[in-house]
């Protein structure tokens, strides 16, 4: 799964590629992040990219990436699910 970091501008309420942005491995800045992420919403104005989602850092400070969302992605979801309930 790939992603990209992106800037939000308030004023249009849109999200953009973060100028000098690089294309990332999702599961390495999830892991950055310490799996504190969250979906915020959809894409479709960007071709390889679905959904954007928030990662939020140890002092509260969101920092978007809009991430092309494939069958990989929900298995992630689905095994941290059952990590945390103790169902591994």
């Known amino acids: 799964m790939k992603c990209i970091q992106a800037d939000y501008d308030d004023a249009a309420q849109k999200f953009s590629m973060a100028k000098n942005a690089k294309t990332e491995d999702w599961a390495a800045v999830c892991r950055r992040f310490n799996d504190d ?3 915020v919403g959809d894409i479709s104005d960007l ?3 679905t959904g954007v ?3 939020i850092d140890d002092i509260g400070t ?3 990436y809009l991430v092309r969302e494939d069958n ?3 298995r992630m ?4 699910f059952f ?6």
Request: contains cysteine; proline residues 0%.
């Open 77 to 80: 979801k689905r095994r941290h």
């Open 47 to 49: 071709d390889d990219y």
């Open 72 to 74: 990989a992605l929900f």
């Open 83 to 88: 990590d945390k309930i103790g169902l591994a």
């Open 37 to 39: 992420v969250e979906r």
């Open 53 to 55: 989602y928030a990662c």
């Open 62 to 64: 969101k920092v978007f």
